[in-house]
């Protein structure tokens, strides 16, 4: 069985604003202080000792969040383009209470995040397109490491669409996940059937 063991970046401050992050990568979106701690907690208590690679998002926070869960292991880090965050298109870098005010019909009003239709309006990266790269990423991993646990470091989308390919979900049935929380899906290299152990785990609970 291939392991994949997920992570979401550390905090950044436009996370705290709620800022539409998106690909955008300025020193806005990298790691705040809060989220350098959860990084570091994170590594105190992740165990490493069994991955093979580690693998990471282009974008700054994804790849400070990786270097810092690797500091004990010093395992191989692979930098991903399949692995970068949603682009929201003419929406990056806007706040999503705006957005939601001034485009009702494109959010989910119990969780106040966009629709699939967002992508039209925004000239956004759909929702189909993450999992589809999410799904092609899955697949050279699984045939290339078929009995290895891997750690990816990447996005809240992004993490969401790893655990939507497994369940086979649509939309955004699946809730965004915690910063620095941890998902994992095990896959069966023959068949390539996978499986949800757990989503969005922290080191640290908060109930």
């Given at each position: 069985?291939?392991?994949?063991?997920?992570?979401?970046?550390g905090?950044?401050s436009?996370?705290?604003?709620?800022?539409?992050?998106?690909?955008i990568?300025?020193?806005a979106?990298y790691?705040?202080?809060?989220?350098?701690?959860?990084?570091?907690?994170?590594?105190?208590?992740l165990?490493?000792?069994?991955?093979?690679?580690?693998?990471?998002?282009?974008l700054t926070?994804a790849?400070?969040?990786?270097?810092?869960l690797?500091?004990?292991a010093?395992?191989?880090?692979?930098?991903?383009?399949?692995?970068?965050?949603?682009?929201?298109?003419?929406?990056?870098?806007?706040?999503n209470?705006?957005?939601?005010?001034?485009?009702?019909?494109?959010?989910?009003?119990?969780?106040?995040?966009?629709?699939?239709?967002?992508?039209q309006?925004?000239?956004g990266?759909?929702?189909?397109?993450v999992?589809?790269?999410?799904a092609?990423?899955t697949?050279?991993v699984v045939?290339k490491?078929?009995d290895?646990?891997?750690?990816?470091?990447?996005?809240?989308f992004?993490v969401r669409?790893?655990?939507?390919?497994?369940?086979?979900?649509q939309?955004?049935?699946i809730?965004?996940?915690?910063?620095?929380?941890v998902t994992?899906?095990v896959?069966d290299p023959q068949?390539?059937?996978?499986?949800?152990?757990?989503?969005?785990r922290?080191?640290?609970p908060?109930?």
């Amino acid at each position: 069985m291939t392991e994949l063991l997920i992570v979401r970046h550390g905090q950044t401050s436009l996370n705290v604003k709620g800022v539409k992050q998106g690909t955008i990568n300025t020193p806005a979106t990298y790691l705040s202080p809060v989220g350098k701690q959860q990084a570091q907690t994170l590594a105190e208590k992740l165990d490493l000792s069994q991955t093979k690679q580690i693998f990471v998002s282009p974008l700054t926070r994804a790849q400070e969040t990786a270097a810092m869960l690797n500091q004990t292991a010093q395992l191989p880090i692979e930098i991903d383009d399949r692995l970068k965050e949603i682009s929201y298109g003419d929406w990056d870098g806007q706040l999503n209470q705006e957005l939601e005010a001034q485009y009702p019909d494109h959010f989910y009003k119990r969780i106040h995040d966009v629709r699939p239709s967002y992508a039209q309006v925004a000239h956004g990266e759909s929702f189909t397109a993450v999992q589809a790269r999410v799904a092609d990423f899955t697949t050279a991993v699984v045939k290339k490491y078929p009995d290895d646990q891997l750690l990816i470091v990447t996005h809240g989308f992004t993490v969401r669409s790893f655990a939507a390919n497994a369940v086979g979900c649509q939309e955004l049935e699946i809730l965004e996940p915690a910063n620095c929380s941890v998902t994992k899906i095990v896959i069966d290299p023959q068949t390539f059937e996978q499986h949800l152990v757990y989503y969005s785990r922290l080191a640290v609970p908060e109930f």
